[in-house]
């Protein structure tokens, strides 16, 4: 899994038969230490956390589990945003906290 910040959404009008009515999104993915970018880079997932733009997710970029939580073993899906970010502590020390100001990770 990784975590990441939604950047953007995503509108196909031409698209595989999965994805329709499905909600695409763009997240840079980021260090959870500090919130720098991370070499995975920008990532398209479908929403399944109902983020939006500026939110902290956790990522699953892994075909298999990611078919598994969209329910069709067949779907053409590798990414997935799983769930929106609340904190994150490292060794005790908080780098990020929704909506905080001036913490290593940001604000979302």
Same mark, same amino acid.
């Given at each position: 899994?990784?975590?990441?910040?939604?950047?953007?959404?995503? @509108?196909?009008?031409?698209?595989?038969?999965?994805?329709?009515?499905?909600?695409?999104?763009?997240?840079?993915? !980021?260090?959870?230490?500090?919130?720098?970018?991370?070499? !995975? #880079?920008?990532?398209?997932?479908?929403?399944?956390?109902?983020?939006?733009?500026?939110?902290?997710?956790?990522?699953?970029? !892994?075909?298999?589990?990611?078919?598994?939580? @969209?329910?069709?073993?067949?779907?053409?899906?590798?990414?997935?945003?799983?769930?929106?970010?609340?904190?994150?502590?490292?060794?005790?020390?908080?780098?990020?906290?929704?909506?905080?100001?001036?913490?290593? #990770? #940001?604000?979302?």
């Amino acid at each position: 899994m990784l975590v990441g910040t939604v950047i953007g959404t995503v @509108v196909a009008p031409i698209q595989h038969a999965f994805y329709v009515g499905q909600k695409l999104l763009l997240v840079r993915t !980021e260090s959870p230490v500090d919130g720098t970018p991370a070499p !995975e #880079g920008v990532l398209l997932a479908i929403d399944r956390a109902h983020a939006g733009v500026g939110d902290k997710v956790l990522i699953l970029k !892994e075909g298999s589990s990611a078919r598994a939580i @969209v329910g069709d073993a067949r779907a053409p899906v590798r990414t997935v945003v799983v769930g929106v970010v609340d904190a994150i502590e490292i060794d005790g020390r908080a780098t990020y906290e929704q909506g905080a100001q001036g913490m290593d #990770g #940001g604000h979302a």
